[in-house]
T-cell receptor, first 112, second 113 residues
Framework: DAGVIQSPRHEVTEMGQEVTLRCKPISGHNSLFWYRQTMMRGLELLIYFNNNVPIDDSGMPEDRFSAKMPNASFSTLKIQPSEPRDSAVYFC??????????FGSGTRLTVV | GENVEQHPSTLSVQEGDSAVIKCTYSDSASNYFPWYKQELGKGPQLIIDIRSNVGEKKDQRIAVTLNKTAKHFSLHITETQPEDSAVYFCAANYGGSQGNLIFGKGTKLSVKP
């Protein structure tokens, strides 16, 4: 099992550009989460999916952020347009039940 | 809303000493309390968890205790080693047994050789 796979590992982009982060959850896990980690705010839940359906996106900071899960093995988090304050590490996690969270290695996003 | 408070934010100990990290939670319905270890450049990794039907759980050098009445739980690391240096996060579920996790802000543990 390769675990939760995120790409890219690092992303540097200019303000105003579109950024797409990708996640492949563990096969068989039916819930997927996107988190953002910063020094100031710690781990923040942005959105989560159950069986590919978005359940709670109340953590998405603005309309500039959107997430999709077209199938059970793939999810994207898109920021358009990106801003410097979006700079953070973004984690994807998946689980089968509440005590089975597995995190990916994260994508470090820098917006200049 | 639901909240998990974690203390201290940083902790420095000498190799061989014990380290204790404490968390409190607000949702009385919480019944699952995991601890994650995050090493530099990596995602958080589950190291131990406890459920509300037990008060203590131990796995080699790490142990967790839970006080449901006081709504707090703690991580204890004994005989610390330099490789224990990392950021540790506590978490609690909210919204019942199928609910999601809310995380503490993390504790940066440094173990000095």
């Amino acid at each position: 099992d390769a675990g939760v796979i995120q790409s890219p590992r690092h992303e540097v982009t200019e303000m105003g550009q579109e950024v797409t982060l990708r996640c492949k959850p563990i096969s068989g896990h039916n819930s997927l989460f996107w988190y953002r980690q910063t020094m100031m705010r710690g781990l923040e839940l942005l959105i989560y999916f159950n069986n590919n359906v978005p359940i709670d996106d109340s953590g998405m900071p603005e309309d500039r952020f959107s997430a999709k899960m077209p199938n059970a093995s793939f999810s994207t988090l898109k920021i358009q347009p990106s801003e410097p304050r979006d700079s953070a590490v973004y984690f994807c996690a998946s689980r089968t039940e509440v005590w089975g969270y597995t995190f990916g290695s994260g994508t470090r996003l820098t917006v200049v | 809303g639901e909240n998990v408070e974690q203390h201290p934010s940083t902790l420095s100990v000498q190799e061989g000493d014990s380290a204790v990290i404490k968390c409190t939670y607000s949702d009385s319905a919480s019944n699952y309390f995991p601890w994650y270890k995050q090493e530099l450049g990596k995602g958080p990794q589950l190291i131990i968890d406890i459920r509300s039907n037990v008060g203590e759980k131990k796995d080699q050098r790490i142990a967790v205790t839970l006080n449901k009445t006081a709504k707090h739980f703690s991580l204890h690391i004994t005989e610390t080693q330099p490789e224990d240096s990392a950021v540790y996060f506590c978490a609690a579920n909210y919204g019942g047994s199928q609910g999601n996790l809310i995380f503490g802000k993390g504790t940066k543990l440094s173990v000095k050789p």
